[in-house]
């Protein structure tokens, strides 16, 4: 019970409401420096409801974490509230009851209205119906690149993926990996998808990952994009590092010229006092094709026979959307807020740059949405067997790239 | 007990009924948990399930996948080389340094400890030290290279040709002590007459543990295999821990296909025919072997 | 002792001081001696290598950590890192580092290790002693069992917990334990109780001892020995779980591996490496206590339950 | 008699416990020597340090006057039997014979011949292709006693070999023991804690104690004139009765004297240079004393309890403040409470001194 009385210790308890002050226990993998910071956000704001936010926090998103929340709701234990990529992934969580439909809480806030793009509260609708709360916008498509790398490799910093591959060899020269690719497969795979809206372009990649058509997943287009990533593979060799944030830091410290990684990557120039711009510079769309996918996490709620807690949950899920607690935990999450309604003033460059890209209207579906997690992950393991084998060729991973397209559902 | 086989036929099912109502926990666990578990599994591999068990059946096609998938090949290839190489060098080197152990030295509790605590480690931080030691950047390699061998090569986590062999320099680490222990165990469990015997019959040492003392042992090796064995065929974390699989898919094992299959891709289906398989295999090997081993012999 | 002592040969008397007499001179540094203990030395260092950078590690600061070797032993020793992994390190929004799981671990291993202790003893007392038809066949069941990757059984125990009602409790997690650790103890205590001279048992049932009463009187007492391998295997197995833990209790009972993990698996911008090896040290530091105290009494143990089969 | 084994001042300590001291023996060619003695004497050390199988710390040992003390026990000429019996277990009964001559690189021949004779002297041809475990425990030991005869040596050595056998087998074997070393002729050592097989098997016996020899002689005299009370008290069964008394002067002639009762001493070879007063212990065999018989001196006594064991009666007397123990023949039964009357054969007895325990 020590821990008990060091958690109210550490949650000030504000005075506030505590007609029914209830204890939700809330689990997710945040736990990163930038995520954990990010999601504290939402702890104090629910902890001022007079509510308390209980965390169970379990580092590891796929592989660990997930099997934990789904035994724990499949087992009849559930938590109050629990973190899921939203889209394919919670369908079945949806269809077998175990979820809570939110629909109330979002015609009473109306979220049709606020939730921009529209495409995210879509991916929480299950016949009609809304059973997930989106917190934010996370997008894919970013090239970030380390200034001072390519001032000590004496060449200007490129302004797209081209002039990237171009100034390759003078980063090799001074001793600098080109391209920080971790070795998690996932990262792999999610930097190849990047490279292919970049080259291929919006259609092609809705035609492939949208409407399957494994004809153009063969097709010349895709060729292109392989011979990238082929690019990519040489420059990535000698990245040595696992995790997407150790790449990162090479970034940031100079010893690799830059990296494809989604925004939250962001999260960790912030942390380490770097300025876009100045320190670093990102290149949306690898600069060549501005468009960036509305990928992100929500928050789903179980169903939950306590009352008490089911209004808790309603709380929770109408505190993750306050304006204040989007600005609050978006600045600090390094992603967009979910509502077309907040000012993001503080927002630095890159930022800006993505919202401008969001208002124009340029963007495409995050892979997690429109592909399954089985077929995700068979992309995965094609990528990071691409991406660690010289040996396998351009046309024989585009090849089973097909394959993996064509059985797709 | 043969002996009480003869006892009245009307009793047979109150007879040991102490002894049955005392093992209830035990038939439950295998017939509920591991048999009952294991059928289910199977009959879910059969079945199209994704996040959640559903019995739609689709017959043979999660094999079919799980056959055409590289990953699954390089898993299968994988573990057959970790495991025999596993097999192989703990009971070599757990054998020889038991043997040593065993040639009454000095400070005998002192190495014993020492072989033996990482045993008491768990295996995600075996995986994580190992993983720092054999980078090439900070680990063995970077050192060797400051002492002026520059052209020293020691990077097996990524090096896709050699990495399983990195695993494995791990896991060694871990399991051989552990190995050594149930070994010197058997070897303490040798008649001293034997020794005696065999020197008055001057049969040089060596000759004397390969075809006097090995031979005598082979129950402790029994139990010694059954428990690396089992180890080698869940190997999971340490592969985790160490490479996640890497270099690309250099160092995947069918574990952790398993598993990132059935909780990452979500597609239980193809997890379960995965581990379906893994079952298949371990069962033709150990079953017949088992039921020799721990059930037709009567006790002597 | 007149006709004890007999007068030596002549011959004998003459060689007596050039002879051979007493041991035989062996040098200290002999070719065997230098091949024997090189040979257990160099095996100490590849053993003690990963301890000594865990511990070299845990005691530098982040500074140094970026210089580089990671053999080299600290320039300046800070306990930094040992006092932020045991009390402040983050694991989500709890920033008490891994001090918030230690009591859980102890809560769950204690009961743990007891009960799948006892089921398996008295599993391998029922096996070796008081056979039933049939008996060979669980217990072929439960030894292929062992082979079973945790992973694939977890749906299947999570629905039988549910039925059960106990799913997310403390004895759930004991059962769980108390599954997984069945097929090696029960082989453990199976082969112990065997090795026991059978008249012991066959003099307690003439004297007309039951079943349990030759378990507590006279075989519990004899099995020291192999209750000590059983506690040190299931105390590490069960200390360093990570899986169970989490996926069977809720995060008021998660145990210390679960900060362990999130210590070392989460990241906060940088990797604190000396942070992870002191949170590695602490979180290994129980099962590592057992093993130097009773390191002794394990080999012994092992001898007993492991050799006869 | 030509000497096969010397043993030369050996000495043993492990550590500060010295387990052999200063230790004489010489064992004659084609003798066959019992080493006795109760657990922890040392007579096991002993044998193994002959064996070469434990390192003296001091001393030395001769095998046909040829220093050993440093060789390999295979290189001493010597072959042995333990009590285990030690036979290598995955190997037939043939390869345990062969398998020391295969590893010295012995022709196959020479090998065969070897196995055959040692078949046909103990009986074990339908053995051969045995495994031990399909073995009998009789059956076992006489593989053993192969083993050390296709050797071909010149000193068996015995370490219990008899002793994890059941009594019926223990005695077939002793006997067959017997007929080897007749037939063979070997220096023979053994070592056993059972006083029956050393009196029937030894040609000489050693009795140990702490290390040390108390008495080495034929079993004759080892019988009938023990050096001291450990040796009397440990050799025969029931064992010697004991009467605690002190030398009295009786018309010049010495007497002992217990509790009032006094025995002449007529009979005694040293009885000339006892001084009255002496502290003694009187050493009497239950079979030298006769029951209501004829005798110069008898003593009043009454039976306690009588164990009648077939081929003797042993009877409990109550006498003058002891019991004794005497054999009588197994058909004269004397029902308890009788009153007998005793005599005693003073020159087969033995006379103690109560402070050295030495024979007088």
């Known amino acids: 019970m020590r821990f008990m009385a060091a958690m109210l210790a550490a949650t000030v308890v504000l005075p506030s409401a505590a007609a029914y002050a209830t204890d939700l226990e809330v689990t997710h993998w945040w736990t990163s420096g930038g995520e954990a910071a990010a999601v504290a956000e939402f702890a104090k704001a629910f902890d001022a409801t007079g509510n308390k936010w209980i965390d169970g926090a379990i580092a590891g998103a796929g592989s660990t974490a997930r099997p934990i929340m789904v035994s724990r709701l499949t087992g009849g234990d559930p938590m109050g509230a629990t973190q899921f990529n939203h889209g394919r992934q919670a369908e079945e969580l949806v269809e077998a009851g175990l979820l809570r439909d939110l629909t109330d809480v979002a015609t009473r806030e109306n979220w049709k209205e606020i939730i921009k793009p529209a495409s995210l509260l879509d991916s929480c609708t299950v016949d009609g119906k809304i059973y997930c709360a989106p917190v934010n916008i996370h997008s894919w498509q970013w090239l970030w690149l380390s200034n001072a790398a390519f001032e000590t490799a004496g060449v200007p910093v490129p302004k797209n993926w081209d002039e990237f591959v171009a100034a390759a060899p003078a980063l090799e020269k001074a001793g600098i990996v080109p391209l920080a690719v971790g070795g998690q497969a996932w990262q792999a795979a999610g930097a190849f998808d990047v490279l292919m809206v970049a080259i291929a372009g919006k259609d092609t990649f809705n035609k492939v990952f949208k409407d399957k058509d494994a004809d153009v997943a063969a097709g010349p287009d895709m060729a292109r994009v392989f011979k990238a990533a082929e690019d990519a593979r040489r420059m990535s060799r000698g990245t040595n590092v696992q995790d997407w944030n150790q790449a990162t830091n090479m970034v940031i410290t100079g010893k690799a010229g830059g990296q494809i990684m989604g925004d939250w990557a962001q999260g960790e120039f912030a942390l380490a006092g770097k300025v876009a711009g100045k320190d670093y510079t990102c290149l949306p769309g690898l600069g060549v094709n501005e468009v960036i996918s509305t990928g992100g996490d929500a928050f789903y709620f179980p169903v939950l026979a306590d009352e008490e807690k089911s209004k808790a949950q309603e709380v929770l899920a109408s505190t993750l959307l306050a304006p204040a607690t989007q600005v609050a935990f978006n600045l600090k999450k390094g992603s967009l807020p979910v509502r077309g309604d907040v000012d993001l003033a503080a927002a630095n460059d890159c930022m800006k740059k993505g919202l401008d890209i969001l208002a124009k209207g340029n963007v495409i579906e995050g892979t997690d949405q429109l592909l399954s997690a089985d077929s995700q992950k068979q992309k995965e393991d094609l990528f990071s067997e691409f991406f660690a084998n010289p040996s396998m060729t351009p046309e024989d991973a585009q090849k089973r790239f097909a394959a993996i397209i064509a059985s797709a559902d | 007990m043969t002996g009480q086989a003869h006892t009245g036929r009307p009793r047979r099912l109150l007879r040991n009924l102490s002894s049955k109502i005392a093992s209830i926990p035990m038939m439950l666990t295998a017939v509920v948990i591991f048999l009952g578990g294991t059928i289910w599994t199977v009959v879910y591999s059969f079945t199209n399930s994704k996040l959640l068990p559903r019995a739609n059946f689709v017959g043979f096609d999660q094999y079919e996948r799980l056959w055409d998938a590289p990953r699954w090949i390089v898993s299968i290839q994988n573990l057959a080389i970790y495991g025999a190489l596993t097999l192989v060098f703990s009971l070599v080197v757990g054998f020889v340094l038991a043997a040593l152990m065993d040639q009454k030295i000095r400070f005998e509790n002192t190495f014993r400890t020492i072989f033996l605590y990482p045993f008491a480690l768990s295996f995600i931080v075996t995986g994580l030290v190992w993983q720092w030691i054999l980078n090439p950047e900070f680990g063995v390699q970077s050192v060797v290279r400051a002492l002026g061998w520059t052209s020293f090569t020691f990077d097996p986590l990524y090096n896709a040709d050699i990495v399983i062999y990195g695993v494995l320099i791990a896991g060694l680490w871990q399991g051989t002590g552990l190995v050594m222990c149930l070994l010197l165990a058997g070897l303490r469990g040798i008649d001293e007459d034997i020794w005696k015997a065999a020197r008055v019959d001057g049969i040089p040492m060596w000759k004397t543990y390969l075809f006097i003392v090995i031979p005598m042992m082979r129950p402790v090796f029994i139990t010694t295999l059954v428990i690396i064995a089992s180890g080698i065929v869940k190997v999971y974390d340490l592969v985790v821990a160490q490479t996640s699989g890497g270099p690309g898919i250099a160092s995947e094992v069918p574990a952790k296909y398993v598993y990132d299959y059935m909780f990452q891709a979500q597609n239980l289906g193809q997890g379960f025919a995965a581990s379906t398989m893994m079952l298949v295999t371990v069962a033709i090997i150990i079953i017949p072997w088992a039921y020799l081993e721990f059930g037709g012999r009567k006790r002597v | 002792m007149s006709d004890s002592v007999t007068l030596p040969a002549p011959a004998a008397t003459a060689r007596a001081g050039a002879e051979p007499w007493g041991a035989k001179p062996r040098r200290a540094l002999s070719g065997r001696n230098i091949m024997l203990y090189g040979t257990l030395l160099v095996a100490a260092l590849y053993y003690l290598l990963p301890l000594y950078v865990m511990i070299v590690t845990s005691l530098k600061g982040m500074p140094e950590i970026r210089l580089g070797n990671i053999f080299s032993p600290p320039l300046e020793i800070t306990f930094e890192p040992w006092a932020k992994a045991w009390a402040s390190a983050c694991t989500g929004l709890n920033c008490d580092g891994l001090s918030r799981g230690f009591w859980n671990s102890v809560r769950i291993t204690v009961p743990s290790t007891l009960i799948s202790i006892l089921v398996a003893s008295v599993n391998g007392y029922a096996l070796a002693n008081w056979k039933f038809r049939g008996a060979d066949i669980f217990f072929t069941i439960l030894i292929v069992g062992a082979f079973i990757p945790y992973q694939v059984m977890i749906y299947p125990i999570v629905i039988v917990l549910r039925e059960m009602g106990i799913y997310g409790t403390l004895t759930g997690l004991v059962i769980v334990h108390t599954i997984f650790g069945m097929p090696i103890l029960t082989l453990l205590f199976r082969n112990y109780f065997s090795a026991l001279p059978e008249e012991l048992f066959k003099a307690a049932r003439i004297d007309g001892a039951g079943f349990w009463q030759i378990y507590l009187r006279i075989m519990l007492p004899m099995s020291l020995p192999i209750f000590v391998v059983a506690m040190i295997l299931q105390i590490t197995g069960i200390w360093n779980d990570f899986l169970f833990g989490v996926v069977f209790t809720r995060p008021e009972v998660y145990p210390m591996t679960v900060q362990l993990n999130n210590i070392v698996n989460s990241v906060q911008g940088v990797k604190e490496y000396n942070v992870n090896m002191a949170a590695t040290l602490l979180t290994g530091a129980v099962p590592l206590i057992v093993y130097f105290v009773s390191g002794r009494l394990f080999v012994r143990g092992i001898a007993a339950g492991a050799v006869k089969g | ?360």
Not at chain 4, 5 to 31: H, P, Q, T, W, Y
Not at chain 4, 258 to 264: L, M, Q, S
């Open chain 4, 1 to 360: 008699m030509q000497n096969s084994v010397s043993i030369k001042d050996l000495s043993l300590s492990f550590g500060a416990v010295n387990v052999l001291e200063n230790l004489n023996l010489d064992i004659g060619d084609g003798e066959f020597l019992v080493l006795l003695g109760s657990s922890g004497c040392g007579k096991s050390t002993l044998l193994n340090c002959i064996a070469g199988l434990l390192e003296p710390t001091g001393g030395q040992i001769f095998i046909k006057n040829r220093n050993v003390t440093w060789e390999e026990p295979k290189d001493r000429g010597i072959g042995m039997v333990f009590q285990s019996y030690a036979l290598y277990p995955q190997m037939t009964v043939e390869k345990n014979l062969s398998f020391g001559l295969q590893v010295a690189k012995m022709p196959r021949p020479e090998i065969d011949k070897r196995i055959a004779r040692a078949t046909e002297i103990l009986q074990i041809g339908p053995l051969l292709k045995r495994k031990p475990s399909e073995l009998s425990g009789g059956q076992r030991q006489r593989v053993a006693i192969g083993r050390a005869l296709v050797r071909d040596v010149d000193v068996f050595l015995f370490d219990e070999p008899l002793s994890n056998l059941d009594a019926k087998l223990r005695s077939e074997l002793r006997v067959e023991i017997k007929r080897l070393h007749q037939s063979l002729r070997n220096t023979m050592i053994y070592v056993t804690h059972d006083q029956i097989e050393a009196l029937t098997l030894a040609d000489r016996i050693a009795i140990m104690k702490s290390g040390v020899i108390q008495q080495l002689a034929d079993p004759n005299t080892i019988y009938n004139a023990p050096r001291n009370m450990f040796v009397a008290g440990f050799i025969g069964s029931p064992s010697m009765n004991f009467l605690r008394g002190e030398i009295a002067g009786r018309d010049g002639r010495p007497v002992f004297t217990t509790n009032g009762v006094d025995f002449a001493l007529d009979g005694y070879d040293a009885a000339e240079t006892l001084r009255p007063g002496r502290k003694v212990v009187l050493g009497v065999r239950p079979e030298h004393v006769s029951v209501n018989g004829e005798g110069a001196e008898t003593h009043q006594a009454t039976v306690d309890i009588e164990e009648p064991m077939g081929a003797d009666n042993l009877l409990w007397l109550k006498h003058a403040g002891h019991t004794l123990s005497v054999r009588v023949g197994g058909a004269r039964r004397f029902a308890p409470g009788t009153a007998v009357k005793l005599s005693f054969d003073m020159g087969l007895a033995s006379l103690f001194d109560a402070e050295t325990e030495e024979r007088i």
